[in-house]
């Protein structure tokens, strides 16, 4: 058996590698360790096949684990905020994190991160790692003022958490007792099934439990039927239990219908915000408040949620317009969208606009028209007319969908793909239920560098340099020449993470290898040989063992040797290299303790000075318009390498040149602005600030039907997003549809707002209504009986007075209507 701290050699570890890494469903736990350090250790045993070259170098030997990145300050077990999985860290199964501790050891004064795989979904089964734990405040009910926090998994039952609470409050075990959720106005809900989990109960982050503890005589104080007691049947399967689930304060006399907030349940602000879009969209709200769902409820679609998610959301929409509330939370809702989409099951921060895909996507198929979907034979045109290649995709796609999300949200566009081999042109047509719109990316990005010269006597620089975007290092290294006057390829570029070198990048490698918390170190080089050097203190493990060994501290460093050097001269220059860090005349390449703590100056360490080019701040971003945006959607773009198009021509995949155009538009357009990127190391957000028209957004001149006429679109409700990426805070503006003012929707507050508010750097998300579909227009949505050809025509609406006028009135013919 190996003793703690002697690891095996990198040719015995990689043995090892399969109980390292295991697949997820295998597994009831993992561990969380940090990133940087894991891939450190592949480097130094060669894990990864195509990375051996720095296979068992002691430079690249990781050291103990450390895991203080990933945590708070101060605290062993809680995490940073919006870490992300693969990116910040690595999860482990135990046994692999075992191996690993038993070869390196934990940092003193770290614990290990143990997270539960928990398995989400009520239908489709999905198993995740807990990676953020459920905070709970916890308190008595003789003293509710004295509240204790504590984390929990969602794999944890009601019976674990009223055991916590028992111990936190010294509660005898023979001790009869009772808990409560505890909400606002006191009202209060037993939980009273042991059993369930947290994830069963909808216990939410910060949700406050109450513990009652019986009278000497036999009574409870809260009385044996507490007053404002809710229904506790929170983990029955059946609709019915969640009806009146929802917590609602009664609002002041006579609230206006919609203007109706929703409670925050934690971190669920992403989709309040959505909902208040929906809920704010004129002609889906009417089909739910006046029960049209009902007779359109698919219980047996298989791609549905057997009419769960439709009766829900109507339960919910119904609440917040019957002008009883000022606001309402939606718990139930949220409980039935985890239950089908265990990815929004948790209570960390989501996407506002995945969850709108997901609610539209799941809406239209509870409510899906068709009741056993036919077989479609795709086709391409084949040189055939847009026209009737148009009707044609429109047609097939009714005969699987159509439900009022397709009356209402369905579009159409034209996609055009060419081969660059054989210049085959595909085209098809497909349907959208949103667009989805690139915004012009930065070009450039701006990274904090610290410049080391060769004179040990002088203190490191930091600069601020602006590079591409999409570069690579060269362009960092001519940066910060220009700023230094030290020549480019006269520079070493390195990551400098836990005391060593992390990494030491070639000229040729991509920028976008650099996050944005690496520490780079840019070292000034010469023509005699480079050595790395690091600073180890020796230490024992305890005690009671003779075994010994070592930690690394301070800034490591490069230092430039001569080929020839000797012994004696190569310790001069190590020493003359420390002589600014050293209090004393002093050298140890392996300290002992107590001399480190004598002669090492940890503050002339770490100093080092600032450049001017550190206070430089980016020029102000000038805005894009909204029209620039869908013109870049429509731009000509080739595929990339690993997302080719398979040609039928050729029978090879091919990156060919693809054009999407559009073709018809939906009575209310859903407008996505792609303001999050990620890659393997980076993840960013876009903040320019996109200038959409409140009014009279005339899309005509985007729609390639030739036949083309007036299509004008008003604003009727905007997503924001504030924040960086990973989390932030979402709210949403919207338009009441009886009052006609715009109000802003911030979780469970509700405030009345003007136009001048509305274009911000934070829109994310914008729904537009055209104007020929609002109340007064004679067009209804909700009215099937239309008079008219296919929508993708684009063909109008008739009515008796206009149904003998000649071809040359057709209007808004690229606009799609039902039919």
């Not at 996505?672 to 600030?689: E, G, I, P, Q, V």
Request: proline residues 6%; aromatic residues 10%.
């Amino acid at each position: 058996m190996l003793k703690v701290g002697k690891h095996p050699s990198p040719e015995r570890v990689s043995s090892h590698n399969s109980i390292i890494i295991q697949k997820l469903v295998t597994l009831r736990s993992r561990k969380e360790i940090d990133s940087r350090w894991f891939k450190q250790w592949k480097k130094y045993v060669g894990f990864d096949s195509w990375d051996k070259y720095q296979m068992g170098d002691q430079n690249v030997y990781p050291g103990p684990i450390d895991n203080s990145g990933l945590l708070k300050d101060g605290d062993a077990q809680s995490l940073k905020e919006h870490l992300i999985d693969e990116l910040d860290y690595i999860l482990l199964p135990t046994e692999g994190w075992n191996k690993l501790v038993s070869w390196y050891t934990l940092m003193e004064g770290q614990e290990p991160i143990a997270r539960k795989v928990v398995e989400q979904g009520m239908f489709v089964k999905h198993c995740k790692v807990e990676v953020y734990l459920t905070e709970l405040k916890l308190c008595e009910n003789g003293n509710m003022n004295n509240v204790v926090t504590r984390r929990f998994s969602k794999a944890d039952t009601i019976d674990t958490i009223e055991k916590e609470i028992r111990k936190i409050f010294n509660i005898p075990d023979e001790k009869e007792t009772r808990l409560w959720n505890k909400y606002m106005s006191n009202t209060f809900e037993p939980l009273n099934k042991p059993d369930s989990t947290i994830q069963d109960a909808g216990l939410y982050q910060g949700q406050v439990l109450v513990i009652e503890q019986k009278n000497e005589d036999g009574t409870w104080p809260r009385g044996p039927s507490a007053p404002n007691v809710k229904n506790s049947n929170y983990c029955l399967p059946s609709y019915t239990a969640y009806k009146n689930y929802d917590y609602s304060e009664p609002g002041r006399n006579n609230e206006q219908p919609g203007l109706c907030g929703l409670s925050n349940l934690g971190n669920t602000c992403f989709m309040n915000s959505a909902i208040q879009c929906l809920s704010n969209t004129p002609p889906l709200t009417e089909y739910f408040l006046n029960d049209k769902y009902q007779e359109e409820l698919n219980f047996d679609n298989p791609l549905g949620m057997r009419g769960e998610i439709a009766k829900s959301y109507a339960e919910l929409i119904k609440q917040m317009w019957s002008g009883k509330f000022s606001y309402v939370t939606p718990r139930a809702f949220k409980t039935q969208v985890g239950r089908f989409a265990p990815q929004f099951s948790g209570y960390q921060q989501q996407d506002c606009q995945e969850l709108l895909a997901f609610l539209l996507d799941g809406l239209h198929e509870d409510l899906n028209r068709i009741r056993k979907k036919p077989y479609i034979q795709l086709k391409d045109a084949d040189g055939r007319p847009d026209k009737i290649v148009a009707e044609e995709a429109w047609e097939n796609h009714l005969k699987r969908n159509d439900s009022i999300i397709v009356d209402i949200f369905h579009g159409l566009f034209k996609s055009t793909l060419v081969c660059p081999e054989c210049a085959k042109i595909s085209v098809t047509f497909d349907p959208f239920c949103y667009l989805t719109l690139p915004l012009p990316m930065k070009k450039e990005r701006t990274l904090e560098v610290y410049l080391v010269r060769m004179d040990p006597l002088t203190k490191p620089m930091q600069y601020k340099v602006v590079v591409p975007k999409i570069g690579n290092i060269l362009d960092l290294c001519t940066a910060l020449s220009a700023l230094s006057g030290v020549p480019a390829d006269k520079m070493i570029v390195t990551d400098i993470y836990n005391h060593r070198f992390h990494r030491i990048f070639a000229m040729d490698e991509n920028l976008s290898s650099i996050m944005e918390r690496d520490d780079i170190y840019v070292t000034e080089d010469t023509e005699h040989v480079i050595i790395p050097v690091c600073l180890r203190e020796k230490f024992r493990h305890s005690s009671y063992t003779h075994h010994t060994g070592s930690s690394l501290f301070g800034q490591p460093f490069l230092m430039a040797v001569p080929r020839n050097n000797t012994e004696d001269k190569l310790y001069n220059l190590l020493k003359k290299n420390m002589f600014s860090i050293l209090e004393r005349s002093f050298l140890a390449l392996d300290w002992d303790p107590d001399l480190k703590k004598r002669y090492f100056d940890e503050n002339a360490a770490e100093d080092f000075e600032k450049h001017e080019s550190v206070e430089y701040k980016p020029p102000k971003k000038p805005f894009v318009k909204l029209k620039d945006c869908i013109e870049l959607f429509t731009t000509k773009e080739k595929l990339g390498a690993e997302d080719p198009w398979y040609c039928p021509n050729c029978k090879e995949h091919q990156q060919a040149t693809k054009k999407l155009d559009l073709w018809s538009l939906p009575p209310v357009l859903v407008v996505h602005l792609k303001r999050f990127s990620y890659s393997r190391y980076m993840r960013d957000k876009l903040d320019t600030l996109v200038d959409f028209p409140i009014n009279d957004l005339d899309m005509s001149e985007f729609l390639i039907n030739p036949n083309a006429g007036p299509c004008r679109y008003n604003l009727i409700a905007v997503s924001n997003h504030y924040g960086g990426m990973g989390g932030g805070h979402y709210t949403a503006f919207a338009k009441n549809k009886d009052d006609g003012k715009w109000y802003y929707f911030d979780d469970s507050s509700v405030s009345t707002a003007s136009e001048d508010q509305i274009v911000s750097k934070a829109a994310y998300v914008l729904f537009y209504q055209r104007q020929d579909t609002f109340s007064g227009t004679g067009f209804f949505p909700l009215d099937r009986e239309t008079k008219g050809a296919s929508a993708a025509t684009g063909i109008p609406l008739e009515s008796d007075d206009d149904s003998n006028d000649n071809d040359n009135d057709i209007e808004n013919e690229n606009c799609m209507h039902t039919n």
